[in-house]
């Protein structure tokens, strides 16, 4: 009820980044290899990140 008003977490935060750069990776697979792998890359940096806090 009250979950609208709890703040994220830092580590919540980044795995909405992460997911959010995985599906941007994979829809320009299709168009933009380049990009794709651009944006591949910044969600494994995103992914440290991620294991740095635990």
């Known amino acids: 009820m009250f979950s ?3 703040k994220k977490s830092e580590k919540e935060k980044l795995q909405t980044q ?4 995985l599906k941007e990776a994979y829809t320009l697979s ?20 991620i294991e740095k806090l635990d």
């Open 4 to 6: 609208i008003f709890k």
């Open 18 to 21: 992460y997911e959010k750069l």
């Open 30 to 49: 299709t168009t933009n290899r380049k990009m794709s792998d651009q944006k591949a890359f910044e969600a494994s940096e995103v992914l440290k990140q």
